[in-house]
T-cell receptor, first 112, second 114 residues
Framework: GQQLNQSPQSMFIQEGEDVSMNCTSS?????WLWYKQDPGEGPVLLIA?????ELTSNGRLTAQFGITRKDSFLNISASIPSDVGIYFCAGQEGGSNYKLTFGKGTLLTVNP | GAGVSQSPSNKVTEKGKDVELRCDPI?????LYWYRQSLGQGLEFLIY????????KSGLPSDRFSAERTGGSVSTLTIQRTEQRDSAMYRC????????????FGQGTRLTVV
């Protein structure tokens, strides 16, 4: 089955710094998604990418859908303390297969 | 309710007992997903229901796991003869249709098998 490798596993940064995380897949996805999970909460969708090469921003967040359709990255600029949480990438094959396959997450800690 | 509702929020059970976990999706959402999340792990796909079509059960880890969705709304995930390795957070998500990637997650059910 599909496997997603997400890196890094964890990051410790200072407030104001930029951060980047990425995911690579063993297979092609037609949709890439980035979720954030706060402690004790369910994941919340941040950005959805539907087209190879697509670059999409949501405030301080920017994500790109890799040309090969096997990778994606998420950048957070000018981090703030509330950015703390676990960030998950997820891929969806599409066609008749709609299940979301998730990476293992990147734990982000922001020191004020 | 406004969001995906799961119950119970916490369940402690003895090894060997059966458990049922419930998910109330957002009204009108035709797609419903079950995932399992262990500490430090991502979300492991279990099963999803898509409208009136046969569910995709490819993620269920063993035949002790089963799920139903009655009337296209509420879903129940049943684990029979629970084992300690079944301990995890079980999360349900729903989306307005199966091809929509805007999946909304519930707060989850924390299952502990002792």
């Amino acid at each position: 089955g599909q496997q997603l490798n997400q890196s890094p596993q964890s990051m410790f940064i200072q407030e104001g710094e930029d951060v980047s995380m990425n995911c690579t897949s063993s297979s092609i996805f037609n949709t890439w998604l980035w979720y954030k999970q706060d402690p004790g909460e369910g994941p919340v969708l941040l950005i959805a990418l539907y087209k190879a090469g697509e670059l999409t921003s949501n405030g301080r967040l920017t994500a790109q859908f890799g040309i090969t359709r096997k990778d994606s990255f998420l950048n957070i600029s000018a981090s703030i303390p509330s950015d703390v949480g676990i960030y998950f990438c997820a891929g969806q094959e599409g066609g008749s297969n709609y299940k979301l396959t998730f990476g293992k997450g990147t734990l982000l800690t922001v020191n004020p | 309710g406004a969001g995906v509702s799961q119950s119970p929020s916490n369940k402690v059970t003895e090894k060997g007992k059966d458990v049922e976990l419930r998910c109330d999706p957002i009204s009108g959402h035709t797609a419903l997903y079950w995932y399992r999340q262990s500490l430090g792990q991502g979300l492991e796909f279990l099963i999803y229901f898509q409208g009136n079509s046969a569910p995709d059960k490819s993620g269920l880890p063993s035949d002790r796991f089963s799920a139903e969705r009655t009337g296209g709304s509420v879903s129940t995930l049943t684990i029979q003869r629970t084992e300690q390795r079944d301990s995890a957070m079980y999360r349900c998500a729903s989306s307005v249709r199966e091809e929509s990637t805007e999946a909304f997650f519930g707060q989850g059910t924390r299952l502990t098998v002792v």
